[in-house]
């Protein structure tokens, strides 16, 4: 512990004879932090003999919890860490209404409740490595959301109501079984990352060049076969993967594309790179990633 950090008024035995207490972090951007990473934890009851009202950072990942309920003791909580647990079952969140932050990833939960859509106020939420085969409509309560982790799931199609989420930045859904391209994405005006890859998508409409304002497009390891020509429409792309598709030939107009500092193509069914191409200031056509994981 350093000069910066000090502990708050009141500590707590619990958890198996841990001492619990809430910290003041100067460093931390939420600084009154309750840190319980790793600590063999396996039910949240013994936490509503903790007085957390000042506390607004909890981070409860890498422990044994498999089910959530009754967080009214955390309403002040703006970051929630809960991944790298077991959880299979959500309830109680609705009472934080305040979260802008919840990162319940690397769990076991195959349906998000209803009441997570209440939480109004979310920038960050990030459900990937779990179970879930879909996702609840109202999903698209979440208007302030800035970044989605949706990795390592199953699922098969995003809810058209993710039209209404107009501040999303960021959108991961590597490793799913997404089928068609979600043309839902098309009218987000603030979309700058898109990352896809590891699906089952065979086309990428020519509705794409509606999304005027995409930085990273990652559409690696489908099953594409042609680049739609409306990618050219997109002015700020700066990264394209298109890597281990079934692509056979590069459009002309790729040549052109000055605004590409990254393509990558490799592992498709191109025979010969045109020349062409060594006219972009910077190329990636042989390098390979595995970006699974949120970073």
Known sequence: MNDRTK??????????NEKIYVQEIDHYHYKFVLDLY????????ELKFVNLSKCNNVILSVNYIKII??????????NLDLSCNQIYSIEGLDCLKNLEHLQISQNRIKEIPVEVCELINISTLNLSDNQLLSLPDCIGNLTKIKTFGLNGNR??????SFQNLINLDTLYVFHNQIEEFPEVLCSLPKLSNLLLGYNKIKTV??????MPFIHQLKLSSNLIKRIPEAIADLKHLRILDLSNNQIKKIPEFLYYQTNLSSLKLSGNLISNFPKALGNMEMRKLGDYEDPRYWD
Request: hydrophobic share 35%; aromatic share 8%.
């Open 155 to 160: 699922l098969k199609a995003l809810p058209t």
């Open 7 to 16: 502990i708050l008024k009141n500590e707590y035995t619990l958890f198996n």
């Open 69 to 78: 309920e009754n967080f009214n003791g955390l309403r002040n909580v703006l």
């Open 205 to 210: 409409p020519e509705s794409i060049g509606c």
């Open 38 to 45: 790793d600590k063999n934890i396996k039910d949240l009851s």
